[in-house]
Each structure stands twice: as structure tokens, then as C-alpha cells.
């Protein structure tokens, strides 16, 4: 399955984003989905996972309340809403998906799409 990420750009803190995955493939139903960051001289971290049927999240601490992730099997995506934007969510942000578990770590994904820049000034 190939993954295509978008979305991205530069907001003010306090601001919102929503970031979109969308999947090649049509059977993007079976696979579990997640978004990670990386900030520069960082590594990639956890941000949100979704199960395979949308019913189930999972969210890192430092976005839960402010990060919603969601997904549209009819349209293979899934998206990304972030509001209340700091200037530490400033990463470029990978979609990721796994046929057979939630990836919440880099290891976990075998599918990765490329990045899409998020910049939140001050």
C-alpha cells in the first residue's frame, strides 16, 4: 500500500491544522493507521493510531485533548486534526500503516508515506 501525506504548513500557536493520509490501496480498511513526528535532532515519535474500523484511538500524552485522528475507509484516509498548536508540535509529520497491529512505535509500521512539514510559530 502506498501512502500519500498533505496537509501540512505554518500556523501561528494556538491555531489548527488537519493533516490527510491517503492510501493507494483499496483495501485500506485492512490495515491499522498512525501518525508520527520528527522534529529536528529528534526521533520519530508517536502522535495518534486508529484501529482498522476507526472505533478505537490511541494518543500520545503530549496531544491528547488537542489531537484528534479519524479515519474514512469509503475514501482509504486518514486524517489528522490538530488544534491548539505550540510551538512544540513543529516536526515534519510521516503517516504510517500496519495490516496486522496498531503501530505505535516506528518499528511497528511496515507501510510509511513521506513527510509533511508543520511549523507553529510563536
Known amino acids: 500500500v502506498q501512502l500519500q501525506a498533505s496537509g501540512g504548513g505554518l500556523v501561528q500557536a494556538g491555531g489548527s491544522l488537519t493533516l490527510s493520509c491517503a492510501s493507494s490501496g483499496r483495501m485500506f480498511r485492512g490495515y491499522f493507521g498512525a501518525w508520527f513526528r520528527q522534529a529536528p535532532g529528534k526521533e520519530r515519535e508517536f502522535v495518534a493510531a486508529?484501529?482498522?474500523?476507526?472505533?478505537?484511538?490511541y494518543y500520545a500524552d503530549a496531544v491528547k485533548g488537542r489531537f484528534t485522528i479519524s479515519r474514512d475507509n469509503g475514501k482509504n484516509t486518514v486524517d489528522l486534526q490538530m488544534n491548539s498548536l505550540r510551538p512544540d508540535d513543529t516536526a515534519v509529520y510521516y503517516c504510517?500503516?500496519?495490516?496486522?497491529?496498531?503501530?505505535?512505535?516506528?518499528?511497528?509500521?511496515?507501510?510509511w508515506g513521506q513527510g509533511t512539514q508543520v511549523t507553529v510559530s510563536s
Open positions: 486508529v484501529s482498522k474500523g476507526g472505533e478505537f484511538t
Open positions: 504510517a500503516a500496519d495490516p496486522v497491529r496498531v503501530c505505535r512505535a516506528p518499528g511497528d509500521c511496515m507501510y
